[in-house]
């Protein structure tokens, strides 16, 4: 059998990933539950050209997969749906989370997010917060911004005389959700569970003060910053300024801004659990 010279002392030489290894592993650890996916997509905007599959090998070969449990699928009774957005502020939902500062008080935060866009109008902590309170925070929101539609649960800050009469005086309707049905809301939960991940599982607060600024950091950082998987890992407010509505999804991820500041700088975090 006849075989060249050049064949037979052939070895294969791969190509040197380390420096695309080294940085996959810095951004996974400033963002430590971005999946690969959204760590593409920073790596792409640093104007590297790579693969996804690339990516997902070197992901896997440092053992960076998240380890979350699978939910069970369970049947649900058939309703009507509500109607979708298909704009910036068409639709908002709202809803109230808890947590603890660091000598065991309790506090409350308001949470806003569009349907739309995802993107998060207002975060609002307190010690208390009523109806009264829930007003205030739409009333600081610009009004060329607000929606015609809000919906939120059965709650007593939310079914308030306060809340009715701003909601009749500024022609929003209050969609509320079925008892006992956080699904209804989706988008809020969903919302809810990346503020309770993201930013208060890994943060512990001295005061109210600091728990503000925190999270307004954080809230300023996921609408600018974070890509959103529903939006083809857009931001927020690229999806607000209508990047979706002029682009086809296939092209999505080609016309994603360059950020002024690097994908490795964290929104700040004051103190984290583990110091």
């Not at 996804?52 to 699978?70: A, G, I, M, P, S």
């Not at 500024?170 to 079925?178: I, K, P, T």
């Not at 930013?199 to 954080?218: H, K």
């Not at 801004?257 to 964290?266: C, F, N, Y």
Request: proline share 5%; aromatic share 8%; hydrophobic share 35%.
């Amino acid at each position: 059998m006849f075989l060249s010279k050049s064949s037979l002392y052939y070895r294969p030489r791969g190509r040197d990933h380390e420096a695309l290894r080294i940085r996959l592993k810095d951004l996974a650890g400033a963002r430590p539950l971005y999946g690969y996916r959204r760590l593409l997509v920073l790596i792409r905007r640093e104007g590297q050209i790579v693969n996804h599959k690339l990516v997902y090998r070197l992901y896997k070969d440092q053992n960076l997969e998240l380890r979350l449990k699978k939910r069970r699928k369970r049947s649900v009774v058939a309703r009507v749906p509500r109607p979708l957005a298909d704009g910036p502020n068409q639709r908002w939902s709202m809803d109230f989370m808890a947590d603890r500062l660091e000598d065991g008080s309790r506090f409350r935060l308001l949470t806003l997010v569009d349907h739309f866009s995802r993107v998060s109008p207002a975060v609002a902590v307190g010690s208390s917060l009523t109806g009264r309170h829930v007003v205030e925070v739409l009333d600081s929101i610009p009004r060329s911004r607000r929606t015609s539609v809000i919906q939120v649960d059965n709650g007593p800050e939310f079914i308030s005389r306060a809340l009715e009469a701003w909601a009749y005086r500024n022609g929003v309707a209050l969609d509320f959700s079925r008892p006992g049905k956080p699904t209804d809301n989706a988008p809020i939960e969903s919302f809810n569970a990346r503020v309770r991940a993201e930013c208060l599982n890994t943060c512990i607060f001295v005061n109210l003060e600091e728990a503000r600024e925190t999270l307004e950091a954080f809230r300023l950082d996921y609408n600018t910053f974070r890509p959103h998987s529903s939006l083809g890992y857009l931001t927020p407010a690229e999806a607000e300024d209508g990047v979706l509505q002029t682009k086809g999804k296939e092209s999505w991820l080609t016309h994603l801004s360059v950020q002024k500041w690097g994908a490795d700088q964290k929104w700040s975090a004051p103190r984290k659990l583990d110091s």
